[in-house]
């Protein structure tokens, strides 16, 4: 999980720029969407662990693929324009009705910059 959250060839920031490194190009926002649904077994698992209250890992396991999709689409994203870093990454997430089924949206964004060593 940490070599997919810390890709080797891109540094990835939450803060707006690089200690020991200077923004040479700001490449412009990136981001990436997952959207999820549970599966039936899933939805089988969650119910069964409701009943006894607390966490929901069906449910927590589907929002982690699906978060991780979205960093990867957004890390592809700033690669394929050039970048070599992303900063301000955040993250954001939602949930909606479709018909009788809860979809989940997870979204990945940031600013790719090229950086290089001062």
Do not use: W
Not at 14 to 36: A, C, H, M, P, W
Not at 70 to 81: D, G, K, P, S
């Amino acid at each position: 999980v940490a070599a997919m959250a810390n890709p080797p060839d891109m540094m990835i920031s939450t803060t707006e720029n690089l200690d020991g490194f200077k923004i040479k190009q700001y490449k412009g926002i990136v981001r990436g969407v997952s959207v999820r649904q549970p599966t039936v077994g899933q939805g089988l698992s969650a119910n069964l662990e409701r009943m006894g209250g607390g966490k929901i890992s069906a449910y927590v396991a589907m929002c982690e693929k699906g978060r991780q999709q979205a960093f990867n689409t957004c890390v592809a994203r700033a690669r394929a324009m050039g970048a070599n870093a992303i900063v301000g990454v955040r993250y954001d997430s939602t949930a909606f009705n479709h018909g009788d089924n809860v979809v989940t949206e997870a979204v990945c964004y940031g600013t790719a910059v090229v950086v290089e060593k001062p």
